[in-house]
C-alpha cells in the first residue's frame, strides 16, 4: 500500500517512514504543504500523513483543497497544537483521524493500519483464502501454518491486491501502487512478482483475467 508522508520535521519524518517500511509500505515524503497538494491531487496513494505545520502552505488549506476537488484518500493528520478546536478544524476539513505530537511510532502505525482497513471495508486484520492466511499488520503470511518468505514487493502486490479483494485490478494501478514518486515503474514486472506469489502461496490465490488484470476472489 502506498501512502504520501507530509511532515517538515526532518528526524521525525524518517522515524515513521522507517516504521511504515518495516510494514511493507511504499512512502513518498514531502516536506512542505505545496509539494503535499500536489502529489495527494496527481498520485494514486492508498493513505496520506498531512502535518498541518508544514512550511510554505499549511495542512488545513491543503487538506480541503483535496476535498473540494474530490481526493477521497484516507487523511490521518498530525498537529503539535493542543487545543480542542485545531483537532475539530482537521476533522471538518476531512481527515479520517489524527493524532497529537508527541506521540508514539506504534499508535502511529496502528491507526495507518486501521484506516486502510476501513478504505477497503475490512474489519479483521488477518486475511484467510484455503490454506494461506496474510497478517495485513505486519505483512506475512503463511501456507499450511507455515510461514512464507516474501520480498517487500511481493509484499505490496498481495497487500494490494487483498485490500481490494473482489476487485479486478489492472496491472497499470497495481504498479502505481507498489512504487515510489521517483521508482521506476514497470508494469511487466507485476506478472513477475504474480508467479513469483503463485510459486510461494499457491496457484489458485490470485486470478488472471487475460488481458484485464488480477484479482483475488471474495471468500
Given at each position: 500500500?502506498?501512502i504520501?508522508?507530509?511532515?517538515?520535521?526532518?528526524?521525525?519524518?524518517?522515524?515513521?517512514?522507517?516504521?511504515?517500511?518495516?510494514?511493507?509500505?511504499i512512502?513518498?515524503?514531502?516536506?512542505?504543504?505545496?509539494?503535499?497538494c500536489?502529489?495527494?491531487?496527481?498520485?494514486?496513494?492508498?493513505?496520506?500523513?498531512?502535518?498541518?505545520?508544514?512550511?510554505?502552505?499549511?495542512?488545513?488549506?491543503?487538506?480541503r483543497?483535496?476535498?473540494?476537488?474530490?481526493v477521497?484518500?484516507?487523511?490521518?493528520?498530525?498537529?503539535?497544537?493542543?487545543?480542542?478546536?485545531?483537532?475539530?478544524?482537521?476533522?471538518?476539513?476531512?481527515?479520517?483521524?489524527?493524532?497529537?505530537?508527541?506521540?508514539?511510532?506504534?499508535?502511529?502505525?496502528?491507526?495507518?493500519?486501521?484506516?486502510?482497513?476501513?478504505?477497503?471495508?475490512?474489519?479483521?486484520?488477518?486475511?484467510?483464502?484455503?490454506?494461506?492466511?496474510?497478517?495485513?499488520?505486519?505483512?506475512?503470511?503463511?501456507?499450511?501454518?507455515?510461514?512464507?518468505?516474501?520480498?517487500?514487493?511481493?509484499?505490496a502486490?498481495?497487500?494490494?491486491?487483498?485490500?481490494?479483494?473482489?476487485?479486478?485490478?489492472?496491472?497499470?494501478?497495481?504498479s502505481?501502487?507498489?512504487?515510489?514518486?521517483?521508482?521506476?515503474?514497470?508494469?511487466?514486472?507485476?506478472?513477475?512478482?504474480?508467479?513469483?506469489?503463485?510459486?510461494?502461496?499457491?496457484?489458485?490465490?490470485?486470478?488472471?483475467?487475460?488481458?484485464?488484470?488480477?484479482?483475488?476472489?471474495?471468500?
Amino acid at each position: 500500500m502506498r501512502i504520501l508522508l507530509a511532515e517538515d520535521e526532518v528526524v521525525l519524518c524518517d522515524q515513521i517512514k522507517k516504521v511504515l517500511l518495516a510494514e511493507g509500505r511504499i512512502v513518498d515524503v514531502v516536506h512542505d504543504g505545496q509539494e503535499a497538494c500536489f502529489l495527494g491531487a496527481t498520485e494514486s496513494y492508498d493513505m496520506i500523513i498531512l502535518d498541518l505545520g508544514l512550511p510554505v502552505r499549511d495542512g488545513i488549506s491543503v487538506l480541503r483543497e483535496w476535498r473540494s476537488t474530490g481526493v477521497a484518500t484516507p487523511v490521518l493528520i498530525l498537529t503539535a497544537r493542543d487545543a480542542w478546536s485545531d483537532r475539530v478544524d482537521g476533522l471538518d476539513a476531512g481527515a479520517d483521524d489524527y493524532l497529537t505530537k508527541p506521540f508514539h511510532l506504534p499508535e502511529l502505525a496502528a491507526r495507518v493500519r486501521a484506516a486502510l482497513r476501513r478504505s477497503s471495508g475490512r474489519s479483521n486484520p488477518l486475511f484467510q483464502h484455503g490454506d494461506v492466511v496474510f497478517d495485513t499488520r505486519h505483512g506475512r503470511a503463511t501456507l499450511d501454518g507455515v510461514p512464507v518468505d516474501l520480498t517487500s514487493q511481493e509484499v505490496a502486490v498481495l497487500s494490494y491486491l487483498i485490500h481490494n479483494t473482489g476487485r479486478l485490478i489492472s496491472r497499470t494501478e497495481l504498479s502505481e501502487h507498489i512504487y515510489a514518486y521517483d521508482g521506476d515503474r514497470d508494469s511487466n514486472t507485476i506478472a513477475v512478482f504474480i508467479n513469483r506469489l503463485r510459486k510461494k502461496l499457491g496457484p489458485d490465490l490470485i486470478q488472471t483475467v487475460r488481458g484485464r488484470g488480477y484479482m483475488i476472489d471474495a471468500a
